[in-house]
């Protein structure tokens, strides 16, 4: 059956730490769109947290989101690709 409820091909990450209000806005809003995602959690990782870092022009907060090897940004981001319609091309 076709459906028109976004899906995703392509695996979305989701890197937080704890106790991040903006990585809690994240998780809830990919929930509420019916994807689902994978989180990695940096507290314990800062090795990863740098790397990413690195490679991705020095970001400095998180959540840091992927879709594939798209880096999203944060939630903001996350939220502002999905509200332009431009993020069903990504997944
Ligand atoms: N605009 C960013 C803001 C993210 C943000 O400020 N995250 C906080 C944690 S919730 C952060 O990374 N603070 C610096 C830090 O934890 O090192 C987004 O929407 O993801």
Known sequence: MPSDKPSNK???RV??????????NAKKFLTSLGL????IN???NPEL?????S?????????????GD????GFTDLKALHDSGK????L
């Open 70 to 73: 798209h880096f999203v940004g």
């Open 42 to 44: 940096l507290e314990e």
């Open 10 to 12: 392509k695996e979305i």
């Open 15 to 24: 890197y937080t730490t704890n106790y991040c209000p903006y990585c809690v």
């Open 87 to 90: 993020m069903n091309e990504l």
């Open 55 to 67: 490679e991705n022009n020095g970001w400095r907060t998180v959540p840091m989101i992927f879709i």
């Open 36 to 39: 689902p995602f994978s989180e």
């Open 49 to 53: 947290r740098a790397k990413l870092s």
